[in-house]
Every structure is written in structure tokens, then in C-alpha cells.
């Protein structure tokens, strides 16, 4: 199906398919050049025309963050499948139905109790489950740190029960909370150091331990060397946001999701813009509120996307934005932005705000617009 | 369709139908009691049996956020329906096709020049829209002030353009800011006064202002007297949440929505247990983050809904959700909530988090489960 800009209704999120197919380049590349695979993680986007697009550009396979999203991608036909949240064991049916029908579903763990659940149900079931093990590299959130000393037990446990031990992975997540190129580097090299750590630790031991998975998308676009890595996943970066730029690891014109709002109101004493466009459809996504720029709930661009500095979404209720403008410019607003006129906003977060919508309007380089459905809930 | 607590893949948005029954009942006496009619604003729920068990107990349409809202309530038998968000020039065509269906769509505008672009509209199509006009009772959003020079001039343009000017209407968002019964009281006092008075001089301009509309959870249940008004809009009660009850409008067994989630690790030196239910199922809504009292992003209960004093999801990732425990009760966290186990947290802001969710799982007093579906996108 195919439209054009000016006749859609607001809000609707836009995505702009050659920053799209540029950002999937890039990332593409960058792991060519450093030697691995890259397997991108499509919570970002939950939408199959741009998971193909990761997948025509060289990506081996998916990560996904829910069984759903691997239920959609085995049944487009992509078979190698990371769920990169550790497992619930009321999910080992749902696992192992896909399992079932073909799909090389990978699952994760981060203790003894839930490996031998794994094992107790895969040996039930006649199962062999490839798991992978969660190794905390920055002490953001899960995983088990490389001299933990559970983590060879973890890994006897699923290996002795006859599981397949496919390797170590983890996320260093905290790259969200930094913004220089050094500090990046250094975390990059952390992450990957202490991953490959865990992974010799496993073979010292005498287990099995093939492959290494690390990746954020600042990390991955951060790291110099990625020696003793088989794998990177990375998400945001098919879009990037306002955190990531504020991270400092894409360029503005890098930014390919925005949501398009229409003006409804203003308070002239205010200096207020009211749009369309309220938290149901950037989300309550604040991710900029503690970095080097506060973008509110999202910065504000043209209908044609040039962005209006200083222009920004300051409040946000259920289905209206506020947009106010940089100091000194609030004049004539109702002239400059009238009633029915329309905006660009860019969110600060791609995953939380793409959520939001049933599908992104995707707008081609010849100004086509397709629609692309999204997946939302579990 | 019916199932058991146990059989529910986790993470899910459990109703409390007793509680939300009892909720409507709240409102709805105290508006009978007021002596005004009650329009709930569905933008809460976006949920049909919800809707219905609204209308049984008595409300006067229905108020909404979206047009897709109004379609999906019209397809379903209510006919007076209130698209609450000031209209965009753009949607009047989406507008017109539900009323010459035969719904009684109502509009809203704050401005002469929207005001305008509605005459224009309807005249072209011969089409007597149903317009309201948004008073500023506090200063948090839209509407025009009640000494605002253009009130009258808004009024006159939608009166001479032919248009049906039903009345004025306000909404008390600054509510959400308070706390105390006499700030809410006062509050309250306000948005009816303000409201009132504007109804008053566009009837001494000698032009029609029937309906006076106010109304927001916290001031309607507030409100010692409701003199001048005809309507009262409220959203949130239906479900109520931690907000509320920050505000002090509503008591713990009055939230009627939860969020069922899976224990799926732990980080035993933290004191952390790692669940399923991340941000994609609480929402990045961090409304008592500046209230008396800041959740995170929601209350710890047991799985059979009992309040575990300063549990909190204190941290939240896409798909995995931080809990923490009051100071001193970190101990033995993983025999105390093996791997496993299930938990149920009360989010902020009920409206926010319902919208991350295809349905409501809906608990009714036999322990039954139904499916009930919700709206998504616009």
C-alpha cells in the first residue's frame, strides 16, 4: 500500500527508509571490518520489512526480547533465533513448540536454579535446548560475573543434563549512561574482555563453550578490537534517537524514526505549541532527561524534517504535546505554526516510542509511503 | 473465553472486576448525589466490557481521546460521544463520516481560527457540527481563559457559522499535582467556578451555552458542590492507580489493575530480583517520581495481590523489570522468590500501562479469566 505524506492522518510514526537502509549499512560493516557476525536485535523494531532489510544485509540471524517476536520471525522464515531474556521456566512449553517446528531457538540462563529447570524439562520433553549463559560485564542488571563461582556450575548443569552449552553473551547496558568517545572505547573493551574471560574460564573447566556474544549499540560502534567475539548484538542503532545522539554515536541526519503531529492549539502567553502528538504517541520514554541534552519528550523538526533548534516537547498528557520554543523566539507562534500546520518530532528513545503504534509509515527515497505493521504485546 | 491465573503467560495485565466494579459504583453515586450526569472518558480502558459496565451503571455517553475511539464506541451502540482533544482541521472529515453515520459526535476547539476552519467545513458539507468550547480553568494545557477577549468571538464565529455550540467544558489537570483534601477541594471549587463563569458570558452575549462540562478524577471526587454544571468527565477512576492514590483520592484495595510477572533471576549482593515485566509492560510512566510518595515504576504485591511493604520495580529495561526490597529484608531473596515464582505490580499510571497491552486479562469474583480486548493506536 502505498500513500503520500500529506495524506495521512496524525500521529502516525514515520520512518525514513534510506536513514533506515544507511544505519543497517553502517552496523553492517563495522562488524565485517572487526570479523563477526552481527545478529541485531529486532526489539527496535518488531516489524518484518526491516528485519529483512538487517538480514539482506549480511546479519546472521535474530535476537529478540520476547517468544512472540521469535514466533514471527521463525514463521517469515528466519530460523536462527536468540531469545536474550533469561528464561521463565513457564516459557519452556512456548520454547519448545518452536523448537518442535524447526526453529534453532537459543535460550539464556543466569543460575543453577533455572539451568536445572531446563534440563529437568528438556530431559522430559527429550529436548537437547541450546543455551547460552548471561555474564554481567558492568553490574547494570543481569547475568553472572566471570568469577562468580556458580558460573561453571552453571554450565556442568546444563552440559552433564545433555543440553547444548552454546556459549557466553552479555550486554553492557550501561553504555547508556556515557557520552565520550575514550569512555566508550573502554567499556567496549570491558565488555568484550570480560565475556571472553568467562568463555576461557568454561573451556578451562573442561565444557564447551563455542561462541561469544556481546553488543550494545554504543559498545558496538565503539569497540576497536573484538578478538575471541563470534557475535554482536545491537538494536536501536536500525533507527537510532535523541539518547543515542546525545551518546554521541549518530549524527543527526542518522535519525530515521520521528513521529509526524499536527498543531491544535497555542497559548500565546505561554509560548505554547499544543500538537497531536501526547505520550500515547511518543511514549513516557525521559531517556534524555539525565544526559548532556534534555530533550523533553523529543525534539521538534519541520513537516519535512529540518529541525527547529531549541524547539522541543516539554510536557506531554495522553494525547496532547506542548512544544516550546528557544528563549526569545516565541513570537507569532499561532503565524509560524497555525492551526492544522504539522510537525516532525524526534523521540528520545526508537524502541519505546515505535511501541506506541500499530506500524510505522515508512516513507521512501521517492517520497512513497508504505505501511508496515509492527507487532505489539507478548 | 475463561482460564485460571495459573495458566497465564507472564507478563499480563490483570483486571480486578469486583474492584472495577465497585469503582464505577463510587463515581456514579457521587454524581448522582451532585445531581450531574457522568461522561467517563474510555481513553482509560479503550475497552469495550469496561465501557458497558460504565454505561449500566448510569453514565451519559462517553468521553473520548481518539477518533478511532469514538468509531469503536459508536460500532457498539453508544451514540453520545465527546472527542475531548481539541480538533484537528484534518480530522473533520473522519468526524463527518461518523455523524452521517448517525452517531452524536461532539468536538471540541480553543481557538477562533479552528473555530473557523469547522464553519468552513461544515457549511461545505451542510453538516451542523456539535462544538464545545475548552475553558483554562489552571493554566496546565489548553483552553481559552474565562476573561480571554476571544471567548465571545469563538462562540459568535461557531453560532453565526450555523455550528450547534452545545456548551463549555474544562478539565482540572493540575490536579494530579495535589495531595490534600483542601487543596483538592479548592481545586475543584476552581474548575467549576471558572467553567461556570464562561458558560455565564457567552449567555449574557445572548448566545446559546447549554452544557457545562468539568471534570478529572481527583477533583471529581473532590468536589463539595457542583452548581452550574452538567456534566462531569472522569478517566481514571475506573481503574484507579499508585498516583491516585498519592493524591489521597483512592484507598490500596480500590486499583484494580496489576501487572502479573515472572521472577527470572536474582543478583544476590544487590538484593535484586530480576522479573519479566520490564518497561514494554509498565510503560516508562514515572508519575510518582515527584509525588509523596515515588514508586519506581510500581508496587511489589504477592501473586494473590497482597502489598509487600518497599518492594519496588526500582529499575526497568525493555523486557526486565528490577525489583527491590526494603532496607534490611534483602536476605535469602531467591528461596523467598525462587526462579519461577510469580508477583503482581501496581502501576503509576493505569491509562499508561493498560496501553502497553493487546487485552486485559479480566479476574471476575469466581476467579475466571476473560480476555477482553483494547484499543491500540489511532
Known sequence: MSASLSSLDTPVALLDVSRMQHNIQRMQQRMNELGVRLRP?????????????????????????TLKEAEHCF???????????????GKLEQALRL??????????????AAARAIVVFGQAHDERFDVW?????????????VDDPSLIEVARTLV??????????????????????A????LAEQERRLCVSAAERIRQAGLPCADVSIGSTPTALSAQSLH??????????????????????????????????????????KGWIIVDAGWMAMSRDRGTQRQREDFGYGQVCSETGEWIDGARVTGANQEHGIITL????EADISERFPIGSRLRILPNHACATGAQFPDYHACDSEGAIHTWSRLHGW
Not at 47 to 57: G, N, T
Not at 251 to 267: M, P
Open 41 to 65: 536485535h529486532v526489539k527496535t523494531s518488531k516489524c518484518l520489512p526491516v528485519i529483512q532489510a538487517q538480514i539482506a544485509a549480511g546479519a546472521s540471524g535474530v535476537t529478540v526480547s
Open 75 to 89: 514463521a517469515e522464515g528466519i530460523n536462527d533465533v536468540f531469545y536474550a531474556v533469561a528464561i521463565a521456566p
Open 99 to 112: 523448537r518442535r517446528k524447526g526453529c534453532r531457538l537459543s535460550i539464556l540462563t543466569d543460575s543453577v
Open 133 to 145: 549463559i548471561e555474564i554481567d560485564c558492568d553490574g547494570h542488571r543481569s547475568g553472572l560475573t
Open 160 to 181: 552433564d543434563g545433555g543440553m547444548q552449552l552454546r556459549g557466553v553473551m552479555t550486554h553492557a547496558g550501561s553504555s547508556y549512561d556515557l557520552d565520550t568517545p
Open 183 to 186: 569512555a566508550l572505547q573502554a
Open 228 to 269: 575471541g567475539v563470534t557475535e554482536v548484538r545491537a538494536g536501536v542503532y536500525v533507527f537510532f534517537d535523541l539518547v543515542m545522539h546525545n551518546i554521541g554515536v549518530c549524527r543527526a541526519d542518522e535519525l530515521a524514526l520521528s513521529v509526524l503531529t499536527t498543531v491544535i492549539g497555542h497559548q500565546q502567553d
Open 326 to 329: 528557544a528563549a526569545g523566539s
